[in-house]
């Protein structure tokens, strides 16, 4: 079973910048394309950023383009979302998910595997 594990979220004011890590327990074929997800209270869980497996194709919400950059090192199983120009209204947990497919979609149901979540509070 594969184990997914985010850290670097917290509190920043609105302008600011946070990296999230998402760190795999293992390499496995089961993650191939990877992706990003957040959810703010009394919202349903949408998606953000997604990568394929060699990190040469990456999809982004509209919401996010030209803000936050997904990416991977794959040595170290580890997923990254480097995240700038914080707004309000990117406060939400956000959690990383893998499948085992190819294709970096935005669909939350296509995800197998996820973590556990940490939170991103952006203050204005």
């Known amino acids: 079973q594969v184990q997914l594990v985010e850290s670097g979220g917290g509190l920043v004011q609105a302008g600011g910048s946070l990296r999230l890590s998402c760190a795999a327990s293992?390499?496995?074929?089961?993650?191939?394309?990877m992706g990003w997800f957040r959810q703010a209270p009394g919202k349903e869980r949408e998606f953000v950023a997604a990568i394929n497996w060699s990190g040469g194709s990456a999809n982004y919400a509209d919401s996010v383009k030209g803000r936050f950059t997904i990416s991977r090192d794959n040595a170290k199983n580890t997923l990254y979302l480097q995240m700038n120009s914080l707004k309000p209204e990117d406060t939400a947990v956000y959690y990383c998910?893998?499948?085992?497919?190819?294709?970096?979609?935005?669909?939350?149901?296509?995800?197998?595997?996820w973590g556990q979540g940490t939170q991103v509070t952006v203050s204005s």
């Open positions: 998910a893998g499948r085992a497919a190819t294709q970096a979609t935005g669909v939350p149901s296509d995800y197998h595997y």
């Open positions: 293992r390499r496995t074929l089961s993650l191939n394309a």
